[in-house]
């Protein structure tokens, strides 16, 4: 089945620093990825979304300046957490969908970011 | 937008014992409703999902029903393991084309207690 591959699992940085989290669609191409976090005990809270070759569409609320979306291939999405804070601190979730006629989500791993 | 509403926010069974979450949306153009199991630490699993044409899906111990009408949908473990202890998302989606975004509950988490 689709696999998406985050990476890495975690990260601690000092506060000011910047993060790149990578996700991967390893047997198959992603043209989309949606990007999650997710606070302690709490759902999932779509960021943006990434179209492979085009700008990243953000949600209301989201600093695009602050959570650097880029979608240069096919088959990877990056978002880096620019000069991170700790509330910056959260669980980071990637997400393409599958490859069932587009029905269907394939999360990668998760990335549990740690500003201190 | 889609909104879902997803209860109960906790939930403790015994071992052997069936489970049920239920969660409600708000938009009817969503089509799709997938499950999510999520362990600690890690990313979501779909577990199953179900498409507006369908009213009910199983698979093995889990099931999921749906009422379009009355905008609400269901998931059903039954003999309830140790290993089904997570935190379950239900999702709401107009996944025609697959590149609509997910709306997610605000989750469920189960204990089983052996």
């Known amino acids: 089945g689709a696999v998406v591959s985050q990476h890495p699992s975690r990260v601690i940085c000092k506060s000011g620093t910047s993060v790149k989290i990578e996700c991967r669609s390893l047997?198959?191409?992603?043209?989309?990825m949606f990007w999650y976090r997710q606070f302690p005990k709490q759902s999932l809270m779509l960021m943006a979304t990434s179209n492979e070759g085009s700008k990243a569409t953000y949600e209301q609320g989201v600093e695009k300046d602050k959570f650097l979306i880029n979608h240069a291939s096919l088959t990877l999405s990056t978002l880096t957490v620019t000069s991170a804070h700790p509330e910056d601190s959260s669980f980071y979730i990637c997400?393409?969908?599958?490859?069932?006629?587009?029905?269907?989500?394939?999360f990668g791993s998760g990335t549990r970011l740690t500003v201190v | 937008g889609e909104n879902v509403e997803q209860h109960p926010s906790t939930l403790s069974v015994q071992e052997g014992d069936s489970a049920v979450i239920k969660c409600t949306y708000s938009d009817s153009a969503s089509n799709y409703f997938p499950w999510y199991k999520q362990e600690l630490g890690k990313g979501p699993q779909l577990i199953i999902d179900?498409?507006?044409?369908?009213g009910e899906k199983k698979d093995q111990r889990i099931a999921v029903t749906l009422n379009k009408t009355a905008k609400h949908f269901s998931l059903h473990i039954t003999e309830t393991q140790p290993e089904d202890s997570a935190v379950y998302f239900c999702a709401a989606s107009m996944g025609s084309g697959g590149y609509q975004k997910v709306t997610f509950g605000t989750g469920t988490k189960l204990q089983v207690i052996p």
């Open positions: 997400s393409a969908p599958g490859t069932g006629g587009g029905y269907g989500y394939t």
């Open positions: 179900i498409r507006s044409n369908v």
């Open positions: 047997d198959f191409q992603a043209t989309t």
